[in-house]
């Protein structure tokens, strides 16, 4: 089965540059996330989608952020414009639901570095 | 207050020994999961292990397993006979349903020395 997917795996732009992430989750899945990976810290979540409804993006910054799952399968994050503190591995996770005992998988993640 | 407390920013254990990740929560929630995941210098993260508040049962898997005490809401990650390739950081998280978030601790930092 295959894991979730993201790309491109590095990007390097410079500050203002506009920049989308792409998420495919694993077949099935219903729940999936987005996460914001500073360095030397954990995840912390910007969206978590319910199919394609955004049911938390209490995280999400909204003046440049914005995320869509149109059909309820993969998923696309953008920033516009992109400043030099959003440099980060973004990560994208899935999960069957959201019950307690529903593990989430992630991805290989997005390294973000802005100039 | 952080949720996740993870005490140990870096740990060095030779090869072979077993290890101990410790990780203490905070919730007022009956009903919780608490999650460990390995992420390596690829940046992945794997997921290792579950355990649910209710379980009565330590959760094992393979060479891990967990060390749950609810009382003191703790939920350590033991490694046993650990292998060079179990150099990582290790997350531990938990699930809170009425928030439905996973919320993750700062992570430990673990090298396993020849």
């Known amino acids: 089965e295959a894991g979730v997917v993201q790309s491109p795996r590095y990007k390097i732009i410079e500050k203002k540059q506009p920049v989308a992430f792409w998420c495919n989750p694993i077949?099935?899945?219903?729940?999936l996330y987005w996460y914001l990976q500073n360095l030397g810290q954990g995840p912390e979540l910007l969206i978590r989608?319910?199919?394609?409804?955004?049911?938390?993006d209490s995280q999400l910054p909204k003046d440049r952020f914005s995320a869509e799952r149109l059909k309820g399968v993969d998923s696309t994050l953008k920033i516009q414009p992109a400043e030099l503190g959003d440099s980060a591995v973004y990560l994208c996770?899935?999960?069957?639901?959201?019950?307690?005992?529903?593990?989430?998988?992630f991805g290989p993640g997005t390294r973000l570095t802005v100039l | 207050a952080q949720k996740i407390t993870q005490t140990q920013p870096g740990m060095f254990v030779q090869e072979k020994e077993a290890v101990t990740l410790d990780c203490t929560y905070d919730t007022s929630d009956p009903s919780y999961g608490l999650f460990w995941y390995k992420q390596p210098s690829s940046g992945e993260m794997i997921f290792l292990i579950y355990?649910?508040?209710?379980?009565?049962q330590n959760a094992t898997e393979g060479r891990y397993s967990l060390n749950f005490q609810k009382a003191r809401k703790s939920a350590n990650l033991v490694i046993s006979a650990s292998q060079l390739g179990d150099s990582a950081m290790y997350f531990c998280?938990?699930?809170?349903?009425?928030?439905?978030?996973?919320?993750f601790g700062k992570g430990t930092r673990l090298h396993i020395l020849p």
């Open positions: 077949s099935g899945h219903n729940t």
């Open positions: 989608y319910e199919n394609e409804e955004a049911v938390d």
């Open positions: 998280a938990m699930r809170e349903p009425r928030d439905d978030k996973i919320i």
């Open positions: 355990q649910g508040s209710y379980d009565q």
């Open positions: 996770a899935s999960s069957l639901g959201t019950r307690r005992t529903d593990t989430q998988y």
